[in-house]
């Protein structure tokens, strides 16, 4: 069983929609959990960031974190074509050393369709 | 502000020359991480770093690759008589303080391209 694991997609969704991307995590001590955004042969961008259960809002992002399910997801509302990207979730604090190195999943690819 | 700076951006070494990467974290930054990203696969820690101390090198390599972030001057990946799979982007982040919970902040990344 992976770390951190995400669909790979592609998710397809059509400008407006509300996009939802979902990881879970392997470790129950993780303790801070991190969505980056990565365009085509850049470099990730951090999007956001939760460390307690429930609910995280910025602007159009919505974090969810849910602990006892080992389950963080993010959702896009009113998806726009320059939010497709793929979307990075990685969680810190996995394992016995916390040391703040960041486990990644694979990512998950998103298409918001014009 | 400026942000995580990395250079050289594209660097292109044949097979058994040494490439050396260099980072520079934000302005009051003072954690250093390196991770590699593969072609089509994703983000994998290598090494956690403070001023003049490795923290955390569990991510790397036991042979040709070393790290290092001097008192003075920018943090360096060293790679040794590197080999085509070593072909990567390289990224380095920073955090401000304990790297526990804080933030990291990635730089625009080292393309690495070995012939």
């Known amino acids: 069983q992976k770390e951190v694991e995400q669909n790979s997609g592609p998710l397809s969704v059509p400008e407006g929609a509300i996009a939802s991307l979902n990881c879970t995590y392997s470790?129950?001590?993780?303790?801070?959990f991190f969505w980056y955004r990565q365009y085509s042969g850049k470099s990730p961008e951090l999007i956001m960031f939760?460390?307690?259960?429930g609910d995280k809002e910025d602007g159009r992002f919505t974090a969810q974190l849910n602990k006892a399910s080992q389950y963080v997801s993010l959702l896009i509302r009113d998806s726009q074509p320059s939010d497709s990207a793929t979307y990075l979730c990685?969680?810190?604090?996995?394992?016995?050393?916390?040391?703040?190195?960041?486990?990644f999943g694979q990512g998950t690819t998103l298409q918001v369709k014009p | 502000n400026a942000g995580v700076m990395q250079n050289p951006r594209h660097l292109v070494r044949r097979r058994g020359q040494e490439a050396r990467l260099r980072c520079s974290p934000m302005?009051?930054?003072?954690?250093v991480y390196w991770y590699r990203q593969l072609p089509e696969e994703g983000l994998k820690f290598m090494v956690y770093?403070?001023?003049?101390?490795?923290?955390?090198e569990s991510g790397m390599p036991k042979e040709r690759f070393s790290a290092e972030f001097p008192k003075e001057g920018p943090s360096i990946l060293r790679i040794q008589q590197v080999v085509r799979g070593d072909s990567a982007a390289y990224f380095c982040?920073?955090?401000?303080?304990?790297?526990?919970?804080?933030?990291?902040?990635f730089g625009p990344g080292t393309r690495l391209t070995v012939l």
């Open positions: 990685a969680v810190n604090g996995v394992g016995s050393s916390n040391t703040g190195k960041l486990i």
């Open positions: 470790d129950r001590g993780s303790q801070s």
């Open positions: 939760i460390y307690s259960n």
């Open positions: 982040a920073s955090s401000p303080a304990l790297g526990g919970t804080d933030t990291q902040y």
């Open positions: 770093l403070q001023k003049e101390n490795i923290i955390d």
């Open positions: 302005k009051g930054h003072s954690h």
